[in-house]
């Protein structure tokens, strides 16, 4: 089977690594430039019976920034479909929002911007999978773990504030 002079050219899968990479790279530097992790200011956090062992969330993130970069990615590649653009540009600001959070909790050490600042960063995640679906619906479910992570995360964080705050 032929790809007809019409379709669109497919990029290259290096865009692919890239946008992952991208993602993960970000992701990683929020969080080490904050001095998020186990730091004796978290330590000392009282931590509610949510909140995971600490190994779990650089597993967890490295996992969800591959896919998101990976979403991002399929809805850039059919950047021609109708609601591309909102949907890039909602992810854009989910991503801000979400590597804003590392610094407010971490960095200035507040329990209470960590819990307020999820809260936007959810819904911005939201949007974008509500957003992806229209263009893309592979990149939407790929999205679905990365929101049902920041439902639990709010969860946590709002815990540790109520403990804390």
Known sequence: MTESSSAAPRPPLWTLAAAMAGCLVLGMLSGTLSGSGDTPWYRA?????????????????TILYLLIGAAAWRVWRRGDRPGARLALGLFALQLVLNLAWSPMFFGLESVTLGAVTIVPVLLAAGAAMIAFRR???????MLAPYVLWLVYATAVAWQIWRLNG
């Open 135 to 141: 263009v893309d619906p592979a990149a939407a479910a």
């Open 45 to 61: 956090l009282v931590k509610g019976s949510l909140t995971p062992p600490n190994w779990v969330f650089p597993v967890a993130w």
